[in-house]
């Protein structure tokens, strides 16, 4: 395969073979070497073949090898040219994403506070395989329909978190009666659950501000306490997708569609199936923004706690809740003339640059925040969306892989890991003490090197870098 | 039943290599693979079974509707099935008892299977019989 560097943090895979489009890796050396080092290119390719894409199949600084599509795959299909949709282009956990929220605290009111905050979120969160979650089965159906609007409208959260969410955290068509039964039992019993893998909950400082306008409308300041929650739709969104993914597989010879790895599985947007699929997807996502809803309310409820006040005494509002597991309907300028595209976000961030309309009047002279956690014990970044952003206004998600659980689990055992981030300042909550090794710092490309790869490539501008303080994994 | 797996490098996910002398044991050996990636068996006993019927129209599929809907009913029931008591494979369906222990009473040993892949999946004849490599999202 053909690699070849056509811009600073670009490079490009040229068409060959059964490629509808190019392929193009925004990465430094560093990245693009990691990226070789796996399947993740060959992935980028496979995905150049679906029908109707458009302009390039793409993949983010943080590309590491998924399953059918890579992780950190960007791809958009031309809706009213037969495109298509892909389950692979979404994943199992259906709009996985990571909400981060502020605070009038500071790094010194977190050190005051700190067994009682981390034992408060240590005691409300639930996670891992174990039983439990905060909301209950009756806020299923309205929550598959509404969203985190349902949950606000059920007494979590606060007024004003659905304007500093994404798709205000409603996406559009939800209907329960598209859920099938398993997926609604598998999910029904985990609505306000952080799962595990590489889901968590963190403690974050604000380090230092890189961009003071961009900061000051996100309500980031150096010092400032925040909290950043990564997770998705749990098991209603993991059935949903083996759900789709077996009926588009046998849908596919029908359509005349033919693709390179089983899991990129599709059909036409504009078919029955790929219309039930968007359907189902819309409605799972607004599981994993209710989700992500009730879990910011839980928290901000515990450190309340923990220091003795009322929760709004926190000041914990929230600054943004991103998808980077989505397909989402957009429109986008292809060859001079703009088009209904679907764009699928597989392990890549919504980017929307200063004044677009669907930002809210407070963050629309900045642009919308992106949100890249690091790794577990690393820093975190918040960037903004830039104009002309080349990626279907998409940015990376994170740090991106670069060592297999088996591999990690190898380097040191779970105890030496929280050990070590103890002693670094990082109190550490896990659901399963073994588990940490999988996840741990070494397992990860480094962070600062994505982000720097989004401010070269034009995808997204770096705003501020939080440092973990805790961290509360399933 | 006789076969083996082993637990492959994958930079986000899990994936294992099964083999098996036939199609019924690639899924004996397939479920057991699974769970243990999850739980420690080593100590575990059955005490409560369901019985599952899949229906697919490649052997591949066939694997993967098998595997997922074993997962699908553990995280329903909270029980491991990782014991195949009994599997049969007529042409596109195949249909079995599993029997497992509730995942409440298992030591964790991996980060819980979100879905079984068809990524790169296929049966392939080998020395011992059947082969398959199967890639798990966690």
């Known amino acids: 395969m053909e690699l070849r560097q056509v811009d600073p943090g ?15 890796v ?19 390719v496979n995905v150049a073949t679906l029908p109707g894409i458009v302009v390039a199949s793409m993949a983010m600084p943080d590309i590491h090898w998924g399953y059918g599509f890579p992780i950190g795959g960007v791809a958009a299909t031309d809706v009213e040219a037969g495109g298509v949709i892909s389950p692979g282009g979404v994943g199992f956990d259906i709009c996985c994403g990571v909400r981060l929220l502020t605070s009038a605290l500071t790094a010194e009111d977190f050190e005051r506070h700190r067994t009682a905050i981390m034992d408060q979120l240590d005691r409300a969160i639930p996670r891992g395989l174990g039983e439990g979650a905060i909301a209950g089965k009756a806020l299923l159906a309205d929550v598959l329909e509404r969203g985190a609007e349902a949950a606000l409208d059920a007494g979590f959260g606060t007024p004003g978190d659905l304007e500093r969410c994404e798709e205000r955290g409603r996406s559009p068509g939800g209907d329960p009666g598209v859920i099938s039964e398993l997926a609604l039992r598998r999910g029904g019993r985990q609505l306000g659950s952080l799962g595990a893998g590489n889901h968590f909950l963190e403690v974050q400082i604000v380090d230092s501000v890189h961009d003071e306008t961009a ?3 996100f309500g980031l300041a150096e010092g400032t306490m925040c909290v950043m929650i990564h997770c998705g739709s749990r098991g209603l969104g993991h059935q949903t997708c083996t759900d789709h993914l077996k009926v588009l597989g046998a849908a596919m010879a029908r359509h005349g569609i033919d693709v390179p790895d089983r899991q990129l599985a599709c059909v ?33 409820e515990a450190v309340a706690k923990a220091l003795g006040v009322d929760p709004e005494a926190t000041g914990m509002k929230l600054v943004y809740d991103v998808a980077h597991n989505l397909a989402k309907l957009e429109r986008h300028v292809v060859d001079g003339a703009e088009r209904l595209v679907c764009v699928h976000r597989k392990g890549a961030t919504r980017a929307l ?43 990376a998600h994170g740090a991106g892989r670069l060592m297999s659980r088996k591999r990690a689990l190898k380097v040191s055992p779970g105890r030496e890991v929280r050990d070590e981030l103890e002693a670094r300042g990082i109190s550490v909550r896990p659901g399963s003490t073994k588990l940490l090794s999988e996840e741990a710092p070494y397992a990860y490309k480094d962070v600062d090197a994505v982000v720097e790869t989004c401010r070269l490539a034009g995808l997204a501008r770096p705003v501020a870098r939080l440092r973990p303080v805790g961290v509360v994994k399933g | 039943m006789d076969g083996r797996f082993e637990v492959l490098d994958h930079t986000a996910d899990t994936a294992v290599r099964v083999e098996a002398p036939s199609m019924e044991g690639l899924l004996v050996v397939s479920a057991r693979a699974m769970f243990s990636l999850m739980f420690d068996l080593a100590s575990a006993r059955p005490v409560s079974s369901r019985t599952v019927r899949v229906e697919a129209p490649t052997s591949e599929e066939l694997l993967v509707d098998w595997l997922s809907s074993l997962l699908s009913w553990s995280e329903i029931d909270r029980v491991a099935y990782f014991d195949v008591a009994a599997v049969e494979v007529s042409g596109t369906e195949a249909r079995g008892e599993v ?13 819980p299977i979100k879905a079984v892949t068809y990524h790169g999946l296929q049966i392939r004849h080998a020395a011992s019989g059947w082969e398959a490599t199967i890639v798990f999202d966690v």
């Open chain 2, 99 to 111: 029997r497992g222990a509730p995942v409440d009473s298992l030591a964790v040993a991996g980060p």
């Open chain 1, 215 to 217: 900061a000051e409308a």
């Open chain 1, 10 to 24: 670009v490079w490009e895979i040229p068409r060959e073979g059964a490629m509808r489009v190019p392929g193009r």
């Open chain 1, 353 to 395: 640059p200063p004044g677009h309309p669907d930002l809210p009047a407070d963050l629309r002279p900045v642009g919308q925040p992106v949100l890249i956690p690091g790794s577990m014990g690393t820093a975190s970044w918040v960037l903004a969306g830039q104009p002309d952003n080349p990626a279907f206004r998409s940015a």
């Open chain 1, 268 to 300: 036409p947007v504009r078919s029955p199936e790929g219309e039930r699929y968007l359907s189902a997807m819309n409605t799972s996502a607004n599981f994993a923004w209710a989700n992500r809803h009730i879990l910011a309310h839980a928290a901000r």
């Open chain 1, 26 to 44: 925004f990465a430094t050396e560093d990245l693009i070497a990691a990226a070789r080092d796996d399947q993740a290119l060959r992935q980028v």
